[in-house]
């Protein structure tokens, strides 16, 4: 049973708009999450994470959002530039476990 | 050399074949892993290495089989594979299970068995 959710496999979005991507988790025990970019070719880098004491997490372009009740992220990404163009993966853990669980992941695709 | 080697970055191999991928960090890192990716699935762990003993092996099947001599090198060795065993396989580092920062990732396997 998947544990942590991407919904949407794709999205696209006009270069300097904001970009949203979201992931949903079952496990209430999720305590930190983590959000990878990946490009073709390349491993999983991180990005940004937050953990469950906080709701908002900002670092430039890049903000997370943690709704604990709804047991839901979201990655916004603003302005959206043609170099985000890859794919977004969410993770969870908690702290009680000794591993991460990953989404499948969402293909974020910038026109310029 | 930084970060998180695997070699090869591609592979062909068939059904019969025997073969290993190699993981290499120098990042001072004291937890490794396997990851499996397929197609649109998420990313599955398959084994973890922490102070190179085997502490996770999430039912893997017994043709992939793990070696962490050292804790800078972590092997997958594959033997007898079948055609849906071909994904991309990650392998990753971090400083302890569960990092605050997560894990540094290799560039993957990109493995085909025929």
């Known amino acids: 049973d998947q544990q942590v959710k991407q919904n949407s496999p794709s999205l696209s979005v006009q270069e300097g708009r904001i970009s949203i991507l979201n992931c949903d988790y079952t496990?209430?025990?999720?305590?930190?999450f983590l959000w990878y970019k990946k490009y073709p070719a390349e491993g999983p880098t991180f990005l940004i994470s937050?953990?469950?004491?906080?709701d908002k997490n900002e670092d430039g372009r890049f903000t997370v959002f943690l709704n604990k009740s709804a047991k839901h992220l979201s990655l916004h990404i603003v302005p959206s530039q043609p170099g985000d163009s890859a794919v977004y993966f969410c993770?969870?853990?908690?702290?009680?476990?000794?591993?991460?669980?990953f989404g499948t992941g969402t293909s974020l695709t910038v026109i310029p | 050399e930084t970060g998180v080697t695997q070699t090869p970055r591609h592979l062909v191999m068939g059904m019969t074949n025997k073969k290993s991928l190699k993981c290499e960090q120098h990042l001072g890192h004291n937890a490794m892993y396997w990851y499996k990716q397929s197609a649109k699935k998420p990313l599955e762990l398959m084994f973890v290495?922490?102070?190179?003993?085997?502490?996770e092996n999430n039912s893997v099947p017994s043709r992939f089989s793990p070696e962490c001599p050292n804790s800078s090198h972590l092997f997958l060795h594959l033997h007898t594979l079948q055609p849906e065993d071909s994904a991309l396989y990650l392998c990753?580092?971090?400083?302890?299970?569960?990092?605050?920062?997560?894990?540094?990732f290799g560039s993957g396997t990109r493995l085909t068995v025929v």
């Open positions: 990753a580092s971090s400083q302890a299970r569960t990092d605050s920062y997560g894990y540094t």
């Open positions: 937050i953990s469950s004491i906080k």
């Open positions: 290495y922490n102070f190179k003993e085997q502490t």
């Open positions: 993770a969870a853990s908690a702290s009680t476990g000794n591993q991460f669980y």
């Open positions: 496990n209430s025990m999720f305590d930190y």
